[in-house]
């Protein structure tokens, strides 16, 4: 079957919110998935016309779906890893089941690695997944070793 990549649109927030859902919940990560779903699109109505989300969509011949990735660029102090003020953060990487081991997730990154090249970003980050991680090793991620932690405040 053949694909194409193109930049998602305001009509694919249902398909990233569902994508998004489905891959917590394939990862095995608990949440409240309604309040997240509302959450998400409410945010996505703003995020896509802004460019503050830039998400790439893989959609079949017959006009289905397959798959998405989001890119968000944010502000980032320069350090020893580049003089870049800016830091490409990738999410949301997922591929509906019926279409995987097509590379799409690979196509995917590539239209998201070639967009930051050509805006001059010298720096992308991301949350790996069990699902994903053999996909980023082969592209050349590696696990950072800057000392990361979180909290929720």
Not at 29 to 54: C, G, N, Q, V
Not at 60 to 66: K, M, T
Request: proline share 8%; with cysteine; glycine share 8%.
């Amino acid at each position: 079957m053949a694909y194409s990549i193109r930049p998602a649109t305001i009509a694919d927030i249902p398909h990233i919110v569902q994508h998004r859902e489905l891959m917590f919940r394939e990862m095995g990560i608990p949440a409240e998935f309604e309040d997240m779903a509302t959450a998400m699109e409410l945010w996505l109505r703003h995020a896509i016309p802004s460019k503050t989300y830039l998400g790439w969509i893989a959609q079949s011949e017959a006009g289905a779906i397959a798959a998405g990735g989001g890119l968000i660029v944010i502000p980032w102090p320069p350090g020893p890893m580049t003089m870049d003020p800016r830091c490409g953060f990738i999410f949301n990487v997922y591929t509906q089941a019926p279409h995987r081991k097509q590379g799409l997730g690979r196509r995917l990154m590539d239209a998201m690695h070639d967009y930051c090249r050509a805006e001059g970003i010298e720096r992308v980050v991301l949350n790996a997944s069990v699902f994903g991680k053999p996909l980023y090793d082969s592209m050349g991620y590696v696990v950072a070793d800057e000392p990361m932690m979180r909290l929720r405040v």
